[in-house]
């Protein structure tokens, strides 16, 4: 599990904490968090692709 799913995984947590407490800014934390993990997931990605690009690119 990535750092970017991670994040997302705790902010999806704390945003039910916020939900089951009556928290309106734990739930908005929450999903701010959800928000920057999936960021965090989709630069990830790109990393990734880039890296396998460059390594095709190696390799012809």
Partial sequence: ???GERQETAGK?????GA???????????RADQAGGKAKQAGEKLQEAASDAADAL???
Avoid at 13 to 17: C, D, Y
Avoid at 20 to 30: A, I, Q, V
């Fill in 1 to 3: 599990m990535g750092e």
């Fill in 13 to 17: 947590l704390k945003e039910a904490a």
């Fill in 58 to 60: 190696k390799r012809a």
């Fill in 20 to 30: 089951l407490t009556g928290d309106e800014e734990r739930k908005r934390e929450g």
